[in-house]
Nanobody, 127 residues
């Protein structure tokens, strides 16, 4: 079990940057693959980025690849999402998720693969 709290959301202009952070509590954080998903009103949830237990394997949705970077620090029990070159279509509530796994390479590809989620943080990108 793990509890997650996101922070770092806000309002930025197109082309700007934000860094989201997810702080985890509980034991065995390193046993969880981590990820970020987002949901905008009227749209399906999108798996934005994933990272394996050790950080050796990464996954990015095509819509954010090259602009976003996911990272983790198992000692600090944190997962970050650096978002650059933001676009209005990036506007959404962003959630940090966790998936317990024995795999060292699993990074996730869809929202349903993660069974722990934080409360979310709003990201709004203006035109």
């Amino acid at each position: 079990q793990v509890q997650l709290v996101e922070s770092g959301g806000g309002l930025v202009q197109a082309g700007g940057s934000l860094r989201l952070s997810c702080a985890a509590s509980g034991r065995t954080f390193s046993n969880y693959a981590m990820g970020w998903i987002r949901q905008a009103p009227g749209k399906e949830r999108e798996f934005v980025a994933g990272i394996s237990r050790s950080g050796s394997s990464l996954y990015y949705a095509g819509s954010v690849k090259g602009r976003f970077t996911i990272s983790r620090d198992n000692a600090k029990k944190t997962v970050d999402l650096q978002m650059n070159s933001l676009k209005p279509e990036d506007t959404a509530v962003y959630y940090c998720g966790a998936r317990f796994t024995s795999s060292f390479t699993y990074a996730g590809t869809v929202p349903s693969e993660h069974n722990y989620w934080g409360q979310g943080t709003q990201v709004t990108v203006s035109s």
